[in-house]
């Protein structure tokens, strides 16, 4: 699953063209999040949507229309995610956008010896997997971009 805010949707339109591409049984689901709903997705998603049907899914959000990514939304993407069968047992969830999405969504990231690193997971996402059996939350992994 790839969470996007804004410009963050470039990074997941790259994942998901090379894993997709690459691997016939892989299902993605993106939560692409918009302030106006005027920012539509770019031609070749929608033409990947067609070419990859049923296992491209974009959903979008947008701030005008008062539609907002909710814990809900994520709840119910990691549901669908942990269904799955994947032959390594990961759940990858990926976040990206500007950094104040980031930070609502999975926490901040932070500098740490001169480097920018994952940081402690917090947002909506800490708070969701934090919730569950820990035998259940180490099968997720949430990597901020």
Do not use: C
Not at 105 to 125: F, I, N, Y
């Amino acid at each position: 699953m790839f969470i996007a805010g804004g410009t963050g949707i470039s990074p997941a339109l790259q994942v998901a063209s090379t894993l997709l591409k690459d691997n016939k049984s892989l299902k993605m689901k993106v939560l692409w999040a918009n302030r106006k709903n005027d920012e539509k997705l770019p031609l070749d998603v929608v033409s990947w949507e067609k070419e990859f049907t049923g296992r491209l899914i974009v959903e979008q959000y947008y701030d005008s229309q008062n539609k907002f990514i909710q814990a809900r939304d994520i709840v119910k993407g990691l549901k669908e995610l942990e269904s799955l069968e994947h032959k390594d047992g990961r759940n990858i969830v990926m976040v990206s956008g500007p950094a104040g999405f980031i930070n609502i969504m999975a926490g901040e990231k932070v500098w740490s010896d001169g480097a920018e690193t994952q940081g402690p997971l917090r947002g909506h996402l800490g708070n969701i997997l934090n919730k569950l059996p820990a035998d259940v939350r180490q099968r997720f992994e949430v990597v901020k971009l």
